[in-house]
């Protein structure tokens, strides 16, 4: 623990710490070497409910993060862009409608904010949940990083209280935790670079506490307020509607209409600034990056494009998959939506460090043991920063990064660990019933039923 403190200090005295990037990478290696030695040697040793180490971990893990609130974000310049949106609704502007270039909002520039902020010429591509907490911490602490970043280690407390409630309900070992909670990715990606995904996250994992706890409803507007901070979230609309029945679309549609209502305004804003965005950031794909390539040697004007669809048939193919069978458990929701959520991000052309938090906390409340593939992409992801050695991604950059994790989901795989939950695997939710009928919106109605 000290000398993972230790790390983490220095790290947050450096002004610049992507320059060079090595000595970033390396300290980055050291204390993930740290967490995969003490959750491997020295967590199995305290049992499965842990006693009172979890709150020492817990604690530990708040103040690692606490550490970085009040330094500059210099892995990314994408909480800039966080202040100036709440800014602009905190004075009554629309932030879809005009791109920060456009000079009817030359009055908002300021040195602090508007300079090292990135994307000008793009219209905002930030959800509406997202911007109303920008909206609400630019309200409380005006421009400053800090209040915005404290706000978000705050959420990624709440992921960790959320990650222990969902463990203890379904069973399951509760020393999981420790792989989220001293994972070095959410402590850096949210305590120094304040990325705002860790509140989809939030509102991911409180819809599955809420669905493991029989509560449909609630759980279906947490998980539409995930999708309206990150589109990953919609994915598993569909498995959600084939857990609980298609009469729960009825709550759904009236939350999608209701939570989207700024971007329905400004539809045709929202819409080119994701046009832009998608098709100018392309960043450290995997499948997608070796497909274009093989591609590119056969039809270089078109590989784009033909492996821009065969990744969004992937991901539609993940979708029907995740509804095809009847889905008798929330232990199996999670299992497909965590299935669901890792094919979108490995066949899209950009996977930022940051989308894996989405992918973390499923992967260690799926079971009784972590998926140790997605452990592994928490550290080896962090490679992409090898950008800024060269401004390119060479294609041994990639060995190292997806290699080992590849090479793990096969042996999970191989070894049944992605099979379909069962009773008698032990993985089920306790009180879950395979025989049990869809929950709908008459139901939700009547007294009898708590949501």
Known sequence: MIATASVYGYLSVRDALLSPVWVYLILYAVVYGIYIYAGVRLIPQLGGKLGVWLPLILVTAVIFRLIFVDTAPSLSTDIYRYVWDGRLTCHGVNPYKWAPYDGRLAEFRDASIWYPME???????????????FA??????????????????????????????ILRERKLPVSNVYWY????LPITEIGIAGHQDVVGVFCLLFAILLMVRKRPMKSAALLMAAAF??????????????????????????????????????????????????GSVHVNSGVFYLVNKALRTVIPDYSYQITSRLGNIGMLAAIFWSVRTPITSSAEFIRRATIVIAVCLLVVPTLFPWYVIWLLPLALIMRPKPAFSFVALSGSVALMYLYYYD????????????VPFYLLLWKEYKEGYWAPVSEASGDADAGDDEGAEPVSVAAVGNATVVV
């Open 181 to 184: 909670a001293w994972c070095p």
């Open 229 to 278: 901070t990150k589109g990953f979230a919609f994915l598993v609309l569909p498995a959600l509607v084939r857990r609980y029945g298609k009469n729960i679309l009825a709550f759904t549609f009236i939350a999608f209409a209701a939570l989207g209502m700024p971007i329905w305004v400004e539809l045709q804003s929202f819409t080119h600034g994701m046009k832009q965005y998608l």
């Open 136 to 165: 609400l911490v630019y309200a409380l602490g005006g421009s400053s990083l800090a209040a915005f970043k404290l706000c978000y280690v705050l959420f990624d407390a709440g992921v960790m209280a959320l990650m222990v409630l």
């Open 119 to 133: 994307y000008k010429f793009y219209n905002t591509i930030y959800m509406p949940v997202s911007q109303a907490i």
């Open 391 to 402: 401004l390119t991604i060479l294609w041994w950059f990639r060995a190292l990064e997806y």
